[in-house]
């Protein structure tokens, strides 16, 4: 299934109130401290693969903050980690 390609402003509009079953990225946690990192630093922007309540969806920005839970984007919009597939270097 190919993922839906979005504007990062559509973010916040997106439920993730389901839960969903996938097989994620193994050192996705690795993967989302370097993009962090770069996003921070140079700004370099990468493609953000995950679900939300409607089906896969594919986003293109820079990563601001990595929680626990969550990833935080520029303008304060949130992706639970445990909705991500993968990253795009």
């Not at 401290?33 to 969806?57: C, M, P, Q, S, W």
Request: with cysteine.
């Amino acid at each position: 299934m190919e993922p839906v390609t979005i504007e990062k402003e559509i973010v916040k509009d997106l439920s993730f109130k389901q839960p969903i079953e996938f097989e994620q990225q193994s050192d996705i946690h690795l993967k989302l401290e370097e993009a962090t990192r770069l996003g921070n630093g140079y700004h370099h922007k990468v493609g953000i693969i995950f679900h939300d309540d409607e089906g896969l969806k594919r986003v293109n920005t820079t990563i601001w903050a990595t929680g626990q839970k969550y990833i935080c984007l520029k303008g304060g919009m949130w992706i639970p980690i445990d909705h991500i597939v993968e990253l795009k270097f």
